[in-house]
């Protein structure tokens, strides 16, 4: 990336709202200084752009822990690019002109990472279930990406940190802003081994379309997204959205069938657009390369009767309970021969499965486990 390319993007944002497909999918196909030239010749954007001084912009930034990261640097993260191939939604869309980060983290560190996204008004269920899946993934050494919101976001947020991982906030506000003011002292240690990330220009208010806009990258910048609960109209559905046109890892966190918190999160499982995980482990085993974190299929604890033959079971299902039986009783119950049923009994008995006494054969403890 040449400076003047450079300086050129950050004048650009200054102009343009973050995220506008028009603008970004030219500054993709023809460079972003050939698309200020041309703006430049336009009586109501040329005077504003002319004003703009792109050094001073990027000094004033770097006072205040920023840096300007754009596509060619080595730090710029590469699945940003497969945004030019994702179409627009609601004229949304397109690579960014560039990233403000503040924070030690490379952005080019994020090739494995998670996406934890949802409700704002999480429940104490959705919340601790971020917590935990963001957690786990964490102590795999992946990255967790979220939106410092309220929430689902918060939560997962404090899940890689209790960790002791870093995590990156994707903000709608700059980057040396915070969104809600409430979460400034979570921002901050985010930034303090992680990293603050927004497209919205220093200095940028958090604007409803700058959310949507946002969501996009926050898709875009990691392996998979998983959603914890959101709502038929979730702003985290959005982010799914982007998921699935970027050929990410769409998963989802079920919850109870009657909450409306989760009927988002069980539309996207129920058509097959994400995939259903209830764990960190399971979310691992999703992003992993094939035949890592394998998990063993879930099963219940084995029983003392797993072990029986086809007569044996046949036979202990006749036993009674409290009162006892003969040979020849339970031998006429399951139509086999007195011989066979006794013999078989006795291979019972052997087992602990079944016990004589003076009224007859009855079943045993370990029969009812």
């Known amino acids: 990336m040449t400076e003047p390319d450079r300086l050129a993007r950050v004048a650009l944002g200054r102009i343009a709202e973050p995220g506008r497909a028009a603008l970004l999918d030219a500054v993709t ?69 560039g990233l403000w980060v503040r924070g030690p983290l490379r952005l080019d560190a994020l090739g494995g990472a998670l ?52 995590t990156v906030a994707v903000l709608a506000c700059g980057a040396d802003r915070v969104y809600p003011k409430e979460h400034t002292a979570l921002v901050a240690r985010i930034a303090d081994d ?82 259903l995980v209830t764990s960190g482990a399971e979310v691992l085993e999703v992003l992993s390369p094939a035949g890592e974190h394998l998990l063993s299929i879930p099963r219940g604890r084995d029983r003392a009767r797993d072990a029986l033959t086809e007569r044996q079971r046949l036979v202990l299902d006749a036993v009674p309970v409290a009162r006892g039986a003969t040979s020849s009783s339970i031998a006429r119950l399951v139509g086999l021969s007195a011989e066979r049923a006794h013999g078989t009994l006795l291979e019972l008995e052997m087992r602990g499965m079944v016990e004589l006494d003076e009224a007859g054969w009855r079943l045993a403890a370990l029969a009812h486990e």
């Open 115 to 166: 996406a934890v996204v949802g409700s704002r008004s999480a429940t104490t269920y959705g919340a601790d279930l971020a917590r935990d899946v963001a957690g786990e993934v964490a102590e795999a050494a992946r990255i967790v990406v979220s939106g410092a919101a309220y929430g689902i976001d918060q939560a997962a947020h404090r899940g890689a940190i209790s960790a002791g991982a870093p």
């Open 29 to 97: 196909s023809f460079g972003a200084a050939a698309v200020l030239e041309q703006l430049l010749e336009d009586a109501t954007l040329g005077p504003r752009l002319a004003e703009i001084d792109s050094v001073r912009e990027l000094e004033v930034a770097a006072r205040s822990g920023l840096r300007f990261v754009v596509p060619g640097d080595d730090e710029w993260p590469e699945g940003l690019d497969d945004l030019a191939g994702a179409g627009s939604v609601q004229e949304r869309g397109g690579v960014p002109l």
């Open 194 to 275: 992680g990293a603050v990330v927004s497209e919205t220009v220093p200095g940028g208010a958090a604007m409803r379309v700058r959310f949507l806009s946002r969501n996009r990258l926050i898709a875009a910048l990691t392996r998979g997204t998983v959603v914890v609960e959101a709502a038929l109209r979730s702003g985290a559905l959005n982010t799914a959205n982007w998921a699935g046109r970027l050929n990410r890892h769409l998963m989802g966190v079920p919850g109870p069938v009657t909450s409306a918190s989760s009927a988002g999160v069980h539309q996207l499982v129920r058509t097959g657009a994400a995939t």
